[in-house]
């Protein structure tokens, strides 16, 4: 028996015995974690279970065509009840899945599943469902579901092709996978609503967005010796920009997708709590080391961190101080 299968298996009678189940999507919502995790609220909510959905941020509104998408709660009151199964999704660490403030007040002997597919995941669940083959933490559920010959019904297909839409960047960057591709093409044949998620997805982009993406393009600059081209976003750019998180969301893997000549993509932010953002996307390199340098982490083609400082422009030169 494969490792996966045993791995399957104790997560599904893990389930089966549950009786008071908190499904949580990353602290950094995005397309996968929240198709992820609203895929296993929905099939949970269609078997009767107790189930609450978490998700210690705001969800980005282009995620509001999933079912179910009200049912989350970014209340962490949630935690002073009696979860005796708690199911992460998308999260590489206790931080990153919003735990590290609240998982002592979970009952001593409850059960963590940890579903994801990222390299850099630590593995901090009873039960780690971490495979890095996968194109997306949405595969991977799709592969558990499939195991166990579980009934995909539209709501779980449409949530679960989002995600794998989301993470592959519509089939087109370099975590695209073969399996990755046929679970789309079994979810699209199970009813997922493709016409939503191109909508919402990919057709989402307001006049001043777009505004948004030509100021980063003016400002993409080049680094022969190092193969890298680099863009950035000041906060004095996005604070008239409704929803700015998701204005700016896909500037990374656009230019990573079009940039002819060039091996790596950084993307920098500033943030409004004196923090920047940078979002590295690569066709050679494994930039989830250049990542974790920063403290942060992701795969090998596709990473970011944030790190403490404002963005300067001196000489022509981004610098963080």
């Not at 993406?213 to 920009?241: C, N, V």
Request: hydrophobic share 40%.
């Amino acid at each position: 028996m494969s490792t996966q299968t045993i791995l399957f298996e104790q997560a599904m009678h893990a389930i089966h015995q549950a009786e008071r189940i908190l499904v949580m999507a990353d602290a950094a919502p995005d397309g996968d974690s929240i198709g992820s995790s609203s895929a296993m609220l929905n099939w949970l909510i269609r078997e009767g279970k107790n189930v609450t959905a978490y998700c210690g941020e705001t969800i980005p509104h282009t995620l509001f065509y999933l079912d179910n998408i009200h049912r989350f709660t970014h209340d962490v009151q949630v935690f002073d009840e009696p979860h005796d199964l708690v199911m992460t999704f998308d999260a590489g660490t206790l931080v990153r899945a919003g735990l590290t403030d609240h998982r002592h007040k979970l009952p001593a002997d409850h059960t963590l599943i940890v579903f994801d597919h990222h390299m850099a995941n630590e593995r901090f669940g009873h039960i780690n469902l971490v495979f890095t083959e996968a194109c997306s933490t949405a595969e991977v559920l799709y592969q558990f579901f499939a195991h166990h010959r579980v009934v995909i019904d539209e709501p779980m297909a449409t949530a679960l092709l989002s995600g794998i839409l989301f993470d592959t960047s519509y089939f087109s960057n370099s975590g695209t996978t073969v399996k990755g591709m046929e679970a789309a093409s079994a979810l699209v044949a199970c009813g997922a609503r493709q016409s939503d998620i191109l909508r919402h997805l990919i057709k989402n982009k307001s006049v001043p967005a777009l505004r948004l993406w030509g100021l980063a393009l003016s400002r993409l600059t080049y680094h022969p010796t190092f193969h890298l081209a680099y863009t950035y976003f000041l906060q004095e750019d996005l604070k008239f920009i409704p929803q700015s998180d998701e204005a700016i969301e896909g500037v990374s893997n656009f230019l990573n997708a079009v940039c002819e000549g060039v091996d790596t993509i950084l993307v920098l932010k500033e943030l409004p709590d004196q923090h920047v953002r940078g979002s590295i996307r690569s066709i050679s390199r494994d930039v989830s080391k250049i990542a974790k340098l920063f403290g942060g982490g992701g795969h090998k083609k596709a990473a970011g961190f944030t790190v403490k400082g404002k963005l300067k422009i001196e000489s022509g030169k981004v610098i963080v101080s």
